[in-house]
């Protein structure tokens, strides 16, 4: 017996609960080319030469023969398969006018009926029609309660309904759900807003099964109780199990259920049944169940069903033909296209429990106890129950129905339409989308949907996407393409007066990697940072932080001056460049006129960037460079290619910049310098002794000033070729002086040029410095 915190049991005593007429049934589906008349079809079986019913009759006396579904139009199942068709045109809609049921009197050996009907030629299946079995409830009184509604929370813990209701949709508004199974509060508090109405059957017993599924989907966002996954849906319906005419199916009611239900709508199967030789397992194991579920989806309305408390291995599951029908890996595999739902445990990393049926059909899983949500009494007249024990597949399917409903939601008001169950499916199963549980190869449960993933990845991109571009051509992803020589952060000695217009979009100079100018000592001087949006909607109040650093080859953040912050109202959708404001460089933080190094970093409310911080970490560090689009550094300079009056060394354009050791300790780097310079250009890479000698660099006597007093080694280098430097131990927070020496042929300056030094670790780059040596440009 199951407890409410309240002491009010859950689930009624047996004495207390409604009687159930149930009739067990032979249910017997006919081969496709059999056309049975609905009215008098036990008479036309004989006439029609559809086997020896009279014989069946005298056999098994008083038996007696019905159309399985009651419909009030015999039509209705007929425009049903051809609306599928329509939807679907490679669906194969089962059909279902060729089931019948055979009524038994007591005392009837139904097995052998089944048996004996199985043997006919005319006959495609037949079987004993499952009895009533219990929602797949778990008896939990023992466990102990755990946190509030976490299945709500973040990734790992639950699906992330909170940051689903931040995008038009994301709770549930416009979407419409059926549930099936025993019985429920539809005047609960937490559930009376919604005017729930039940399409047919009896809302019979298990009033807190019901009402605990549907608290999970959709408890009112009220001042009361819990809050559901999907509180704004537009339409919750029920059917019930147990019949009102006496009797109890799962066939019929599902199919009562999608007869009113539109594209895109949710079924959800809180049930379980026992059938073939296996206990607590999927419903569709049962063939007419299976039919009508696939008809269910082949009209496009979303299926999500219980896998059942039995604890079976569905992979292992056989039907009376032999066939494996739950193994996709079998060639009797059969699809119904619903999404089956195992259960875990209600902490991360989550693990499958013992009780959960499992294997390759399952597609997702969910918390499988501790779900905090409503509940009820036995007499169904308490309004205000709530428990934190609810579980089993019960409470488990209810968290991935939410999930789906959200979908649709989301979809809907970004598109006007709504996706078709495969698509559903397809991205609540993806292990992309999800949370894996605690071993998947064992547990073989699938995966918790994870609404932020689904929003924020390419699979919905409704999020904001806001990104900083590492190069030009950058567009937004991970890449293994040149880092440090972003477009998007421009230093001018002047403000400008119409940014936008200047640098952003449709201003010509979008891809323009020369709008930068070198700092002008003496005057304030300003950046402007251009932003992209990849997302799916407008991110506003995006704030951009740049600092500068000294030209260096490792850009860490203790080498970082804040410079500045400002805030860009709202950054458009469609990857059109949106320009800041200038950012004021005051004279006064200057420290000398020449080329700085730059490190802008974006921070969103729907897209929040990283702080310095969380670079200190070399890990974090060496990840962020190239897979967080929300930070890009500017280590690109544009290089006046004539040599100063004054230069030293005569006639070489200087290159001062550092290579750095990494913050935390002493590592392992590489050490490369890439010119790109025409034959007859000189280049000529300056550093202290000490690190020449560390990077086993054979001095050269060049013909400088003060190179003989052994101040500086010089390395002539090729113009046009790698030099990479053996992997050298930098010590942490190195900073190594050095400097590169350029000289271009006077009859090509007019041309540009460029030449860069970088720093790599285990064999990638983490850092590097760009020159591009051009003409003199005019001052600004």
Not at 48 to 66: D, N, R
Not at 191 to 207: M, R, V
Not at 412 to 441: E, F, H, Y
Not at 531 to 540: E, I, K, M, T
Request: charged share 15%; glycine share 10%.
């Amino acid at each position: 017996m199951v407890t409410n915190e309240n002491g009010n049991r859950g689930m009624p005593a047996a004495d207390q609960r409604p009687v159930t007429v149930y009739r067990r049934r032979v249910i017997v589906k006919f081969k496709d080319h059999v056309q049975l008349p609905r009215q008098e079809a036990a008479r036309m079986v004989e006439s029609l030469a559809v086997g020896p019913w009279e014989a069946l009759a005298a056999q098994f006396q008083g038996i007696t023969l019905e159309p399985l579904f009651s419909i009030d139009n015999p039509a209705q199942i007929t425009a049903l398969s051809e609306r599928a068709r329509a939807f679907d045109p490679a669906a194969r809609p089962a059909n279902l006018n060729a089931y019948f049921a055979v009524n038994l009197p007591s005392g009837t050996d139904a097995e052998e009926l089944a048996k004996t009907l199985s043997g006919w030629e005319s006959v495609a299946t037949a079987y004993v029609e499952p009895p009533p079995v219990e929602p797949p409830f778990v008896n939990a009184a023992d466990d102990p309660r755990s946190g509030n509604q976490g299945y709500l929370d973040p990734a790992p813990d639950g699906v992330d309904a909170e940051y689903a209701w931040n995008f038009p949709g994301g709770d549930g508004a416009g979407q419409a759900l059926v549930d099936m199974e025993w019985g429920w509060t539809f005047n609960h508090e937490d559930l009376a807003g919604h005017g729930i109405t039940l399409i047919s059957g009896l809302n019979h017993s298990y009033f807190f099964h019901g009402s605990g599924v549907l608290g999970e989907i959709a408890a009112v966002d009220n001042a009361v109780g819990c809050v559901g996954i999907t509180p704004n849906l537009a339409s919750i319906r029920c059917v019930g199990q147990h019949l009102s005419g006496g009797g109890y199916s799962t066939a019929q009611p599902i199919l009562d259920a999608i007869a009113v239900m539109n594209f895109g709508d949710v079924l959800l199967l809180e049930a379980q049944t026992s059938l073939f030789g296996y206990s607590l397992v999927p419903v569709e194991i049962e063939p007419a169940v299976f039919d009508v579920v696939r008809l269910a989806t082949s009209l496009g309305i979303v299926v999500v069903q219980a896998a059942g408390n039995g604890g079976v291995d569905l992979d292992t599951v056989v039907n009376p033909g032999g066939q494996q029908i739950f193994n996709r890996a079998s060639p009797g595999f059969q699809d119904s296209g619903a999404i089956i739902v195992g259960a875990a445990s209600s902490t991360a990393p989550h693990a499958r429990l013992g009780f959960s049926c499992h294997g390759s059909r399952i597609d997702c899983y969910g918390w499988g106890e501790n779900v905090d949500t409503l509940s009820s009494d036995d007499t169904n007249t308490a309004i205000n129950l709530y428990t934190t024990g609810f579980n089993g597949t019960s409470s488990a399917t209810p968290i991935v129905t939410g999930a789906a409903l959200a979908i649709q939601g989301l979809v809907q008001a970004a598109s006007g339409d709504r996706l078709a169950p495969w698509q559903v499916r397809m991205i609540l199963a993806d292990p992309a989308n999800g949370t894996p549980s605690q071993s998947p190869a064992v547990d073989r449960i699938g995966v918790m949907p994870n609404l932020r993933a689904i929003i924020d990845s390419t699979v919905l991109n409704l999020a904001p996407d806001v990104y900083l571009r590492d190069f030009v051509g950058d567009t937004g992803d991970p890449h293994l393409g040149a880092i440090s020589s972003s477009p998007d952060v421009i230093l001018r000695q002047t403000a400008v007066a119409d940014p936008q217009g200047a640098f952003g979009a449709g201003s010509g100079t979008e891809n323009d990697m020369t709008l930068g100018y070198e700092a002008e000592a003496g005057q304030d001087n300003f950046v402007y940072v251009r932003v992209l949006n990849r997302g799916g909607s407008a991110a506003a109040n995006v704030t951009t932080t740049v600092y500068w650093a000294p030209p260096s080859t490792l850009l860490t953040p203790d080498l970082w001056t804040l410079l500045g912050s400002t805030t860009l109202p709202s950054v458009s959708t469609g990857d059109l460049l949106t320009v800041s404001n200038g950012i004021s460089w005051p004279s006064a933080a200057i420290p000398t006129p020449g080329h700085y190094c730059f490190v802008s970093i974006l921070d969103a409310p729907r897209d929040p960037g990283p702080t310095p911080a969380d670079f200190l970490d070399w890990d974090n560090f060496t990840t962020f460079i190239r897979n967080n689009n929300n930070v890009t550094w500017r280590n690109f300079n544009v290089v006046d290619n004539v040599p100063p009056p004054r230069a030293e060394p005569p006639g070489y354009v200087a290159l001062p910049f550092l290579a750095a050791g990494a913050p935390d300790k002493a590592r392992r780097m590489r050490f490369e310098i890439m010119p790109r310079l025409p034959a007859g250009a000189g280049v000529i890479l300056e550093l202290p002794p000490e690190f020449a000698e560390l990077l086993r660099v054979r001095p050269r006597p060049l013909p400088f000033k003060g190179d003989d007093k052994c101040r500086v080694v010089h390395l002539p280098l090729n113009h046009c070729g790698c030099t990479q430097f053996p992997e050298v131990i930098f010590p942490a927070k190195a900073r190594i002086p050095m400097r590169l020496l350029v000289k271009i042929p006077e009859e090509l300056r007019q041309h540009e040029f460029e030449l860069f030094a970088r720093q790599l670790y285990e064999g990638e780059e983490v850092g590097r410095v760009t020159w591009r040596l051009a003409p003199s440009r005019p001052p600004l």
